[in-house]
């Protein structure tokens, strides 16, 4: 794909993954994306010729619920990218040359599955300078799942330094990270992982003191749970990645009350682990999420509940510069392919929810 700007008359022509409705196939097409006469982006504007895209649940999730009537006709899709700035706006901090990573997603712009996108730095939900020594793969892996799981712990109000966090699902990329976040960035003294046998060492890597295999049942679970509790003391912090509610009752025996700041930190997302035909029902919340988040809101309840989503933070991009910094920071892949001939296989990989690590797309 060429990597000189094809501009004609304002429009920006960029080679991209784009669908037109939930039930139309993923392809390749050509895009027109407006630009501005001579300067090509606003001033608040950049420019980025992508390098490499990273793919999540949350962009097949988006597709299956898009149709032809909202939005742009063809849509492209995709959110995380990495790449690098060949126009920047004058009110922008970012110059031309810089490398960046970032999320993109929003109901009503382009995605990032594109060899060019267009956006404001400032208003998009992360936008970050690559660390040195970082590659674009590395990179365009972090955006929406660490930046979820720095969510989830930060969702804890005090200091984690030397407590205890449980992380359900922690061989999801947003579980990896937590696990990561937990132990090497807040100091947490114990985090323990649940996760199946597939994921353990790479859990163990990212630092995890103990991990408990899922597959083996919900007794066998909670034994070794409580076996961990009864010798190290109760949660400060539980971050589930998986909607795994079957621990809210268990709570009791397992986690601090809000009144020792305990929290039990859920990541929005979909019941059904396979995300290749979500149905409304999937992502909604439980009753029981529901009649929790109310009672924490309204101070009724023993236990705190919040939920989690990536959100724009100041403090984010600098926490995985001083991780990476210290070589504290793994990234893990399950694959990476040629985004124009290997997106199809790239994007069912994601969908069955068995990826071992991030999804890449090389542009
Ligand atoms: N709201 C937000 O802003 C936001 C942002 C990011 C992600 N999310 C949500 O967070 C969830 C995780 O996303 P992700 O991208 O991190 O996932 P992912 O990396 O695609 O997850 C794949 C992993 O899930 C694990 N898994 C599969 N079935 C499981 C089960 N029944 N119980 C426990 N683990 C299971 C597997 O690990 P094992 O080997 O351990 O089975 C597999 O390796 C999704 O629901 C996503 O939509 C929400």
Redesign the pocket.
């Known amino acids: 794909m060429s990597d000189t700007l094809d501009i004609t008359e304002n429009k920006l022509k960029v080679t991209a993954i784009t669908y037109e409705n939930g039930s139309s196939p993923l392809k390749v097409s050509e895009v027109d994306l407006p630009v501005q006469e001579k300067t090509i982006v606003k001033p608040t504007e950049v420019l980025v010729q992508v390098k490499a895209t990273s793919l ?3 962009d097949t ?1 988006l597709k299956q619920f898009s149709n032809s009537y909202f939005g742009p006709k063809q849509k492209i899709i995709g959110g995380d990218f990495s790449g690098i700035v060949v126009k920047a706006g004058d009110k922008t901090s970012l110059k031309v040359g810089d490398k960046v990573y970032g999320d993109l997603l929003t109901l009503t712009k382009q995605g990032s599955c594109s060899n060019f996108v267009i956006f404001e730095p400032e208003k998009i939900l992360v936008c970050e300078k690559i660390p040195d020594n970082m590659s674009f793969e590395q990179a365009a892996s972090l955006p ?2 660490s930046n ?1 799981a720095f969510q989830a712990l930060k969702k804890y109000s005090g200091n984690l330094k030397d407590k205890n966090v449980l992380v359900l ?7 990896c990270f937590s696990v990561q976040f937990a132990r090497h960035y807040f100091e947490a003294a114990n985090v323990v992982a ?3 046998s ?2 353990t060492e790479k859990t163990e890597k990212s630092g995890a003191t103990l991990t408990v295999d ?1 597959t083996k049942g919900e007794q066998f679970k909670y034994d070794q749970l409580l076996g961990f509790v009864k010798s190290h003391g109760k949660f400060d912090l539980i971050v589930d ?2 909607r795994d509610e079957s621990v809210m009752d268990h709570f009791d025996s397992l986690l601090k009350p809000a009144t020792e700041q305990g929290v039990f930190a859920q ?4 019941y059904l ?1 396979d995300y290749s035909d979500v149905k409304l029902s999937n992502l909604l919340p439980s009753w029981k999420r529901i009649s929790s988040g109310f009672k924490t809101s309204f101070g009724f309840s023993k236990y705190a509940y919040a939920p ?3 959100s724009r933070d100041a403090e984010y991009g600098s926490a995985i510069a001083k991780l990476w910094k210290e070589k504290k920071l793994e990234i893990f892949f399950d694959s990476q392919y040629d985004a124009y001939t290997g997106f199809k296989e790239a994007f069912d990989r ?1 969908a069955s ?4 690590g991030k999804v890449i797309l090389k542009f």
Do not use: D, F
Not at 267 to 270: E, K, L, N
Not at 353 to 356: D, M, N, V
């Open positions: 999540n649940p949350v999730i929406c799942v979820t699902g922690a061989g999801t990329a947003v579980g649940t996760c199946s597939k994921s899922y990645c998986v990541v929005t997302g979909s682990l989690v989503r990536t994601v929810c068995s990826a071992q």
